[in-house]
């Protein structure tokens, strides 16, 4: 017994020793260099955030008390009002899950002064969204400009592309902007009035955009989710011109679609497969502004019965949009994202690994006696040790800090709403879902690379040069849920539940009436 401890103390020091090699120290300074970048971005972001809270309260201090909704107190005047441009906001849904009624209300009940349309576009009448936006609409009656279209199946594009492309032939011929959203996105009451605002202040404007703030609902793979956006969120805060283009929040001019404008209809409707990263390479290719206003940050709950199969499988989504492109330049960006995402990921996961085996090895060196000599290199590797964990401390602290700003924001600029709160997050299993999600990213992105092929709400596409080639249907494909929101994705004659629909919109109508379960 004694041989075999010997014998594995003796590996265990060589391995400790290897960590310390300059390779090695390398790799582990660069953990610590890009847990110190991702706190720096989040600081910053937190920065733009935390200054528009700022200006909110300045505004309220000087007695605008709608300052939630304008910074000048004065375009809520009728005759301001009144000049206000038509929009159209067209929402692509899929399936119907605990969340969706609370957020359709959000969407529907903005307090946007000019006309404003909603279309709901449902594949089928058999979609379970299609009969819940059908309750929806006889609740608000006439109240509220709902309309109800069903595209049909699609054939040269994502399903959620041809619901989008649907949604906007349809639209009013009027309209001067639309704005797409996802059915997962949960709206203030002055977001449409502030991304139209900025539309109007700059022409320039191509795309406005905005992202999410993730409400992890216990699960390991809520958090690796809220994880994921985490970094991405940092191209969305800042305040003004940004690279990043987030599909569940995009404002565009209702004409780019009427005359094809950039190809922004073709690029997209001629297999397209990705909305926000085909839009984002048209923008890129003919130089186009792209913006997200520092108020456009959304609340996101997530499923509470989000399991990691269901992460796996979004993550699987989120790598395989790098297999997509409209052009060459377009497949060089996303080979070049490719790689240095997959690098960083693991780049990032390595130090830790490595972390524990400079730990066992300390730990075995004070149970037992041995020379200096023998055991010169566990000093060395508890030093590196101590740096990552500081670094990784500085980290976490800046990522509370801006999820921390980011609801206080959101509660300010929806008042009337249950306050969200940072009580329900669990930053151990924040700290386990940046390892999980940044060592699994690589085995995702090559995965994707490898089989050309996702399976997308039941549905599976396979590209062929970066375009969709062959979509396949069947009840037999994937999940009967969504990943993230965990809605149903067949009704009575798709395939079978082990809940009904009412008691899904029951839970959901309860929902409404009691959000703070689902908030925080």
């Known amino acids: 017994m004694g041989e075999t401890v010997s014998a594995f103390d003796s590996y265990l020091f060589s391995a400790s020793r290897a960590c310390c090699s300059p390779l090695a120290i390398f790799i582990q300074i660069q953990g610590c260099a890009i847990c110190l970048i991702l706190a720096l971005g989040w600081a910053l972001a937190a920065y733009v955030r935390n200054r528009e809270i700022k200006r909110i309260k300045d505004d309220m201090k000087g007695g605008n008390s709608f300052a939630f909704l304008y910074h000048d107190i004065n375009d809520l005047e009728h005759s301001n009002q009144a000049k206000l441009p038509r929009v ?28 404003l349309e909603f279309l709901f576009v449902v594949e089928s009448t058999e979609d379970p969204a299609y009969h819940a936006v059908t309750r929806l609409k006889s609740d608000f009656k006439d109240d509220v400009d709902i309309k109800i279209v069903v595209a049909g199946l699609s054939t040269t594009c994502s399903q959620k592309v041809h619901n989008q492309l649907v949604g906007v032939d349809r639209m009013h011929k009027d309209s001067k902007y639309v704005l797409f959203l996802d059915d997962d996105v949960r709206l203030h009451p002055g977001t449409i009035g502030a991304l139209v605002a900025e539309m109007e202040k700059n022409p320039e404007i191509f795309i406005q955009t905005g992202y999410p703030l993730d409400l992890p609902s216990g699960s390991l793979g809520s958090y690796c989710i809220y994880e994921y956006h985490m970094p991405c969120s940092m191209g969305f805060a800042t305040g003004g011109k940004t690279f990043f283009l987030w599909g569940g929040c995009m404002m565009m001019h209702a004409d780019d679609f009427r005359n094809d404008n950039y190809g922004v209809v073709s690029g997209l409707r001629d297999g397209g497969y990705s909305d926000d990263m085909t839009l984002a390479a048209i923008a890129g290719n003919h130089k186009r502004l792209i913006t997200s206003p520092p108020v456009a940050v959304f609340p996101h709950p997530l499923a509470s019965d989000l399991s990691f199969p269901r992460y796996w499988n979004y993550l699987r989504k989120q790598t395989f949009v790098l ?55 566990a000093s060395g590797g508890l030093l590196l040790v101590s740096s990552l964990a500081i670094c990784t401390i500085v980290e976490l602290l800046s990522m509370w800090n801006l999820t921390r700003i980011e609801v206080q924001l959101c509660n300010m600029l ?40 996702i399976n997308w709400s039941g549905i599976r596409y396979h590209l062929k040069d ?47 009436h009691q959000p703070k379960k689902f908030d925080v």
């Open 88 to 115: 159209s906001v067209v929402m692509p849904l899929k399936g119907f899950g605990e969340h969706n009624l609370h957020n359709w209300r959000s969407q529907v009940t903005s307090l946007y002064g000019g006309p």
């Open 323 to 377: 297999e997509s492109y409209i052009s060459k330049v377009n497949w060089i960006m996303n080979r070049a994202l490719f790689s240095s995402h997959c690098y960083l990921s693991w780049g990032f996961v390595a130090p830790y690994l490595m972390a524990i085996i400079h730990i066992a090895a300390a730990i075995r060196v004070a149970s037992k006696e041995y020379s200096p000599e023998e055991t010169t290199f």
């Open 466 to 512: 970066g375009k969709i080639s062959k979509i396949d249907r069947g009840k037999d494909i994937g999940s009967n849920y969504t990943d993230l929101g965990g809605k149903h994705l067949y009704g009575k004659k798709g395939a079978p539940t082990k809940v009904s629909f009412l008691s899904s919109l029951a839970r959901s109508l309860q929902q409404w």
């Open 414 to 453: 929806s008042p009337e709403a249950t306050p969200l709160s940072l009580a329900s997050y669990n930053w151990g299993l924040v700290f386990i879902a940046l390892l999980v999600d940044n060592f699994l990213y690589p085995v995702s992105a090559f995965r994707s690379h490898l089989t050309q092929s």
